[in-house]
């Protein structure tokens, strides 16, 4: 497999230090460190740069001297191909912009008061060459001086460690969305936009189960309905709607992917063992207290049937000011007599404009991982893009390198990508039908 060139740009150990000026009396104002603080990041003059801002709260370092503790999330911005492409032009500029008080906009401005930015060059073409790059590590001065000749102490100051780092992933693109039985394609190894074609690799199938009886049954009664008059057929219609709406319930169920090598052989499979159905508080909804789950699914290699888990994905419709599909990942290891699970991803994505499904200890530390060891080696592991609702969903796969010695590690990240993106129809809420792809068997 011929990996992409990604870089993996890194921004860690985030701290702010104000200067020492006198607190003020009670009733007259604010003092800085009191205040709280956040930061943006972003590269300077790249064509994306909006998509790869990044805005972090900014902690306060302690007034003693010392190592730097307790410093805020680490930032990580990826760049594709492509933007590695453009960059290694020229030095690449990450610029930090720091701003005292609340994160968030009012009118289009934002709503903290700026207090200073600073710009770090970065080296974007050693990087791709397979040298890790530390653009910066220590303290940086913010803004201007109180008063002409004034020492960097009576500065604020922001703290940081700057690293570019090699990322190669292996970059898969579904020919179509996954319920149509697409061919999977690898991208070549300059990315999507590289001159050379993209290959195929895989085959997804896609089944809904049992549900086509179903559906000709209802197909049946619908045509009884038709032949009544008056108030019985207002009642069978009623009747015959209430049944609708009970086999929209059902047909959420019973779906499974199944990835095939080029010679027809399984390689990996989703299976959905928990349906997903409403909540039973009358939302129409998915519910986060009882979501639908899928097992990932790899072959033992005793026989052409013979499955073993290796993933169990849990989604549901969150509820609140955002409308977003929610989900939860766990690795499944077969540990003798009982099975164990190791979180490895949890977050959510808009029902409305899609985003993307992660794996990276970046966005998931350890620590989420409830006391768990990361059970992959450090670095990227998976990305796939995920369409919102109503729109065609040709997901693209990214998996690093490190984290797929085959084809068959591989198509297990591809399953998964396939489930992720069919949980948005499996989540839209039940007053809406699901697309005529999800409501008949495609094992024709």
């Known amino acids: 497999m011929d990996p992409c060139a990604f870089v993996r740009l890194t921004v860690d150990q985030l701290l702010l230090k104000m200067p020492a000026v006198p607190r003020p009396s009670f009733g007259a104002g604010v003092h800085p460190s009191t205040s709280p603080c956040f930061c943006t990041l972003h590269l300077q003059d790249h064509p994306s740069a909006g998509s790869l801002s990044r805005t972090v709260r900014l902690p306060l370092a302690s007034a003693s001297p010392g190592p730097v503790v307790d410093a805020g999330e680490p930032v990580v911005i990826s760049l594709d191909a492509a933007a590695v492409q453009r960059l290694s032009a020229r030095p690449a500029e990450l610029v930090v912009s720091v701003h005292v008080g609340q ?143 009970q086999a929209r319930r059902e047909q959420r169920k019973g779906w499974t992917v199944t990835i095939h090598d080029l010679s027809g052989s399984p390689v990996a499979a989703a299976s959905m063992v928990t349906p997903f159905v409403p909540s039973p508080a009358g939302s129409g909804r998915v519910s986060r207290a009882n979501p639908g789950s899928w097992l990932i699914l790899q072959p033992t290699g005793a026989g052409p049937s013979s499955w073993k888990p290796w993933a169990r994905l849990e989604a549901w419709r969150e509820r609140g000011p955002v409308d977003a599909l929610g989900y939860r990942l766990e690795l499944v290891f077969d540990s003798g007599p009982t099975e164990c699970a190791v979180p490895i991803a949890e977050s959510s994505i808009s029902a409305k404009r899609g985003g993307q499904f992660v794996i990276d200890p970046a966005t998931f530390p350890v620590g ?22 109503g729109r065609a969903s040709r997901p693209t796969v990214q998996v690093g390198v490190q984290h797929a010695a085959c084809m068959g590690d591989a198509a297990l990240f591809v399953a998964l990508a396939a489930a992720v993106d069919l949980c948005m129809d499996a989540c839209k809420l039940f007053s809406h039908r699901l697309r005529k792809e999800l409501c008949h068997d495609q094992d024709g």
């Open 368 to 389: 989420g991982a409830a006391g768990a060891a990361w059970p992959f080696s450090s670095g990227f592991v998976m990305g796939s893009t995920v369409e919102g609702e």
């Open 103 to 245: 994160k968030g906009s009012a009118c289009g401005m934002s709503a903290g008061r700026a207090l200073g930015r600073v710009r770090v060059p970065v080296d974007v073409a050693r990087a791709t060459s397979g040298e890790a790059v530390v653009a910066r590590d220590g303290w940086l001065d913010l803004g201007k001086p109180a008063s002409a000749g004034a020492s960097s102490h009576a500065r604020a100051q922001i703290h940081m460690v700057v690293r570019a780092e090699p990322d190669p992933r292996y970059v898969f693109q579904f020919g179509g969305e996954p319920e149509c039985g697409p061919v999977v394609y690898q991208l070549p190894g300059g990315g999507a936009g590289a001159g050379g074609q993209r290959q195929p690799v895989f085959t997804c199938r896609f089944s809904a189960g049992r549900r086509a009886t179903r559906t000709r049954s209802l197909r049946s009664e619908s045509s009884m309905t038709r032949s009544t008059s008056g108030k019985l057929r207002s009642w069978m219609s009623t009747l015959h709607g209430d049944r609708n709406a």
